[in-house]
């Protein structure tokens, strides 16, 4: 298990045991103190990328910067990206085009390219200290409309977005790359090997009513990790959904395709 994420699987638990109400209680933290991730997503207006791809893109960009080695103890990331874990972890996913897109290719960070969709994850800091290529990109106004997004290709994890719950593409980008920090942090030293040498690869998918009922935690997250290798993302219902909402259930060994 990478040392790096065991603050987040130490509360992973914890987190989905609280009551609604307490998950967006911030209370007990400054503005000035709030860290996040920036998550760029590359949508260019006259091409813009399929929605699943991009989000596939932005859940691994997100876990590759915690894993890189430069985030390790020593490491150049390591004080920003330890600061980060230690809180809430927070994401901000914004959109970038042209120029825009090109200039934070300088920041440090990781980009990730899947099927022609880009994504870029930057070294998580204090937000009110962003970066202005960062801090001067829309975080809102775009959508990409629904995919086809074809089979769940053998070998990877699934991340099942709410069927309950829609978000725009922004959302979903953070959504899943908290996904694919909480099953890392999980996840033995041979299993998270496996995972890295795909590139953290990920199928994203909205589960079916059915499937979703079928995975869902409920109040026994061990179970359904010792069981169906099934984690959850759990919203602190800032934007877009209610405190408390399961976003996302990752599971680490698809057995049966999405139904």
């Given at each position: 298990?990478?040392?790096?994420?065991?603050?987040?699987?130490?509360?992973?638990?914890?987190?989905?045991?609280?009551?609604?109400?307490?998950?967006?209680?911030?209370?007990?933290?400054?503005?000035?103190?709030?860290?996040?991730?920036?998550?760029?997503?590359?949508?260019?207006?006259?091409?813009?990328?399929?929605?699943?791809?991009?989000?596939?893109?932005a859940a691994a960009a997100a876990l590759a910067v915690c894993l890189d080695e430069r985030a390790e103890p020593g490491g150049e990331w390591a004080e920003p990206v330890h600061?980060?874990?230690?809180?809430?972890?927070?994401?901000?996913?914004?959109?970038?085009?042209?120029?825009?897109?090109?200039?934070v290719q300088d920041l440090p960070g990781i980009t990730v390219e899947i099927d022609g969709a880009e994504a870029r994850a930057l070294v998580p800091g204090l937000v009110a200290?962003?970066?202005?290529?960062?801090?001067?990109?829309?975080?809102?106004?775009?959508?990409?409309?629904?995919?086809?997004?074809?089979?769940?290709?053998?070998?990877?994890?699934?991340?099942?977005?709410?069927?309950?719950?829609?978000?725009?593409?922004?959302?979903?980008?953070?959504?899943?790359?908290?996904?694919?920090?909480?099953?890392?942090?999980?996840?033995?030293?041979?299993?998270?090997?496996?995972?890295?040498?795909?590139?953290?690869?990920?199928?994203?998918?909205?589960?079916?009513?059915?499937?979703?009922?079928?995975?869902?935690?409920?109040?026994?997250?061990?179970?359904?990790?010792?069981?169906?290798?099934?984690?959850?993302?759990?919203?602190?219902?800032?934007?877009?959904?209610?405190?408390?909402?399961?976003?996302?259930?990752?599971?680490?060994?698809?057995?049966?395709?999405?139904?």
């Amino acid at each position: 298990m990478s040392s790096v994420l065991d603050p987040l699987g130490a509360r992973y638990a914890y987190w989905l045991g609280l009551p609604a109400e307490d998950t967006s209680d911030t209370s007990d933290e400054l503005p000035e103190e709030v860290r996040a991730m920036p998550v760029i997503l590359r949508i260019e207006r006259a091409e813009p990328p399929r929605r699943t791809p991009l989000l596939e893109a932005a859940a691994a960009a997100a876990l590759a910067v915690c894993l890189d080695e430069r985030a390790e103890p020593g490491g150049e990331w390591a004080e920003p990206v330890h600061a980060w874990l230690d809180n809430r972890i927070r994401k901000v996913a914004r959109r970038a085009r042209g120029a825009h897109w090109a200039a934070v290719q300088d920041l440090p960070g990781i980009t990730v390219e899947i099927d022609g969709a880009e994504a870029r994850a930057l070294v998580p800091g204090l937000v009110a200290e962003a970066p202005k290529e960062v801090s001067r990109l829309q975080i809102s106004g775009s959508e990409l409309p629904p995919d086809e997004p074809g089979p769940i290709p053998d070998g990877v994890p699934l991340l099942l977005l709410n069927p309950h719950a829609p978000m725009t593409v922004g959302k979903a980008a953070a959504q899943v790359g908290h996904a694919t920090m909480i099953l890392a942090a999980l996840l033995d030293d041979a299993a998270l090997s496996r995972w890295a040498a795909q590139g953290y690869r990920s199928a994203v998918r909205t589960a079916s009513v059915a499937r979703w009922k079928e995975l869902h935690p409920g109040d026994d997250p061990e179970g359904a990790w010792r069981r169906d290798r099934v984690v959850a993302v759990r919203d602190a219902g800032f934007t877009e959904v209610d405190p408390g909402t399961i976003t996302v259930l990752a599971q680490w060994e698809p057995e049966q395709a999405l139904s």
